[in-house]
């Protein structure tokens, strides 16, 4: 019976410490989730003007008269 309690009680005292680290560790991700900071600002889609300036831009300075197929062959458009 002492054997069976001492089991019984290690046990139990295994369970705590498991559970505490699992408390601890759901606990930081519930904090960080809920974190005021805004790490996502920098990822911003481009406003109409910046993305008609972006389009423009790719016109002017690409060469529009080949078809790039792969890095070692071009295909001249006509």
């Known amino acids: 019976m002492k054997n069976f309690v001492k089991k019984l009680n ?10 505490s680290v699992f408390g601890m560790l759901l606990l930081g991700f519930v904090l960080g ?3 005021s900071t ?13 993305q008609r300036v972006l389009e423009l831009c790719a ?3 690409t060469d529009p008269y080949y078809q790039y ?10």
Do not use: E
């Open 10 to 19: 290690k046990n139990l005292r295994l369970r705590y410490y498991y559970d």
């Open 59 to 61: 016109l002017v300075f």
């Open 69 to 78: 197929i792969s890095p070692s062959r071009r295909v001249k458009l006509k």
């Open 33 to 35: 989730a809920c974190s």
């Open 38 to 50: 805004d790490a996502g600002s920098n990822y911003n889609y481009p406003t109409g003007q910046q």
